[in-house]
């Protein structure tokens, strides 16, 4: 679906290269693990448009996905500057004070973009975390499922989380899914099989770094499959999906012996999560390969 | 056991492809009702659903996720479901090739129909 958005856009922006659609496309891109054409993209646009702050604020989410924090920081400035209420430059601006140990400046920019845009779980749940790692005694914020972290890119690296790689290769193993995540509740682990942690990452509504603890319970789980099945004479297990009362868990397993394992908020249909186990395993198969 | 139950267990087992149908109590792992075609072994199945649905249910517990309300378990071979009813879990042996949503709707209604 996101291909057919991406021609549909880059066909527009053919069609009329002054529209704006142009921040949307770039933004696409990014998503995509496509950097390279989202920042030429982003470039193009800003060239016809630079009092746009949707467009400085997509382009620091570029360079920011690309470890380059001080253009990003640059470009989130200029966006506020251009609109001061601008709730991603506020929240991008938020997360790199955060970053460099500036708690209270994060937690200003992160609760005011909070309360621009409320509906952004992610950035609610980075505006809880440093609220708590802070200490005091606001008020909490909405929350509505209590498990996965935020998934947007820049939220992402929110606390105990770490930058986007560049396209081409994944040099840091808790990025390995964030580009098949998307902007959900959701998560994913690549699990040794010990239940160890290899790639993935999953904090949770505290800010708490729980991997190893989710995947040391989760392994355990498929263990137990794996008895079933073979005193059942069922074969070789291919899944295992477990609907709870806040999140739908998925796992099988992947190459020597390790298992992949996704989880989502509660709302999300059961045939996605198991459409996001299969492309997170294909992902974990072709990583643990390349590791090889 | 009631009418209704009797009747939701008897819609499970129609499925095309359910191979056995079996409520079981989660505590003891022992089968209260079953539906089996010729060998399948209702026993075992009630012992290592139930296991496994314990398991799921703990394990989501401690990682936050609240209470477990379904497991389906994919394996070359064929595809077990469990649902839990308070303290009895409802356990399905199907074909690999049965539509799991087929199956997950029947087993709700057997669920409702239980507690």
Known sequence: MNDDLVYDL???????PHSLAFVRLADLLRRSGRSHEARHVAFAGLERHPYLADGHDVLARIMVDGGDEVSARDEWEMALRLEPTHAGALKGLGLLAYHRGDLP??????????????SDQGLVTAAEQVRAQLGTALPPARRATPAPPPRDPVAARAPGSAPQDRPGGVHDP?????????????????????????????????????????????????????????????????????????????????????????????DSQVGFVRRLLARASRQAAAWLESAA | ????????????????????????????????????????????????GTALYRRARLASEAAGYGATRQIVLDATGGRMLVTGCGDLVLVVLAERETGAGMVRMAMQRAARAVR
């Open chain 1, 10 to 16: 880059a066909d527009e922006m053919a069609r009329d």
């Open chain 1, 105 to 118: 400046t994060a937690h200003r920019l992160l609760t005011q973009a909070a309360e621009l845009d409320p």
């Open chain 1, 174 to 266: 808790r990025t390995l899914f964030a580009s098949l995540l998307g902007d959900g509740d959701r998560t994913a682990l690549l699990l040794d099989s010990d239940g160890l942690v290899l790639a993935g990452t999953y904090v949770d509504a505290s800010g708490v770094e729980v991997a190893e603890e989710i995947g040391a319970q989760l392994a355990g789980l498929a263990d137990e499959a794996g008895r079933a099945l073979t005193y059942l004479g069922l074969g070789a297990w291919e899944s295992l999906l477990v609907e709870t009362q806040h999140a739908t868990v998925a796992m099988g397993p992947s190459r020597e012996g390790s298992i992949v394992l996704v989880a989502a908020a509660r």
């Open chain 2, 1 to 48: 056991m009631n009418a209704s139950f009797e009747s939701a267990l008897t819609e499970v087992a129609a499925v095309p492809g359910v191979r056995a149908v079996l409520l079981a109590s989660e505590r003891e792992g022992l089968a209260l009702n079953a539906m089996a075609a010729f060998g399948v072994d209702g026993d075992a199945l009630a012992a290592f």
